[in-house]
T-cell receptor, first 112, second 114 residues
């Protein structure tokens, strides 16, 4: 089955690092994504990682993948107030025509 | 500028009425998708289309209908059969269906049933 789990809220202080966690259940997942949604807007792809990778870094963003535990995390370094948004984890796999299955989203609140 | 547009941004409907949400893209993408988003919920797939004149039901297609007569357009009709239509509706497109291709999202339409 397909199920993506995320915690609903995360609060951090500006300048600290944020770590948003996600677990998925289908070991055949091929692509794992992180999307960002600002209030009242659509989703924007931040980054994605192939299942044969352990880590991907892109400027302030670091994605870590633990395939054994089916755990994905997104680390945002030097978190800014502009990073406040909802972050969605998603997975896709061949059996689902590669259409992503989304988690419920984690609301990141950044305090000054 | 290339992108996806959705209209209207806000839509109000009386119970028993059908309404149609517009989604247009000028990215020359083959695949288009409709999602529904409720507070505290992830995105749930309503319908998707991988090619013109063809579309498939997603996880929550009941009470909705779509058409794909043109590559650029994928309108969604919320029918009176949809019992709880108040939600935020997101349209997306991708170059080809799946294979890790990035989905580009429109700004969304918020539908409220009065």
């Amino acid at each position: 089955g397909e199920d993506v789990e995320q915690s609903l809220f995360l609060s951090v202080r500006e300048g600290d690092s944020s770590v948003i966690n996600c677990t998925y259940t289908d070991s055949s997942s091929t692509y794992l994504y992180w999307y960002k949604q600002e209030p009242g807007a659509g989703l924007q792809l931040l980054t994605y990682i192939f299942s044969n990778m352990d880590m991907k870094q892109d400027q302030r963003l670091t994605v870590l993948l633990n395939k054994k535990d089916k755990h994905l995390s997104l680390r945002i370094a030097d978190t800014q107030t502009g990073d406040s948004a909802i972050y969605f984890c998603a997975e896709s796999m061949p059996g689902g025509s590669y259409i992503p299955t989304f988690g419920r989203g984690t609301s990141l609140i950044v305090h000054p | 500028d290339g992108g996806i547009t959705q209209s209207p941004k806000y839509l109000f409907r009386k119970e028993g009425q059908n309404v149609t949400l517009s989604c247009e893209q000028n990215l020359n993408h083959d695949a288009m998708y409709w999602y529904r988003q409720d507070p505290g919920q992830g995105l749930r797939l309503i319908y998707y289309s991988q090619i013109v004149n063809d579309f498939q039901k997603g996880d929550i297609a009941e009470g909705y209908s779509v058409s794909r007569e043109k590559k650029e357009s994928f309108p969604l009709t919320v029918t009176s059969a949809q019992k709880n239509p108040t939600a935020f509706y997101l349209c997306a497109s991708s170059i080809q269906p799946g294979r890790g291709n990035e989905q580009f999202f429109g700004p969304g339409t918020r539908l409220t049933v009065l």
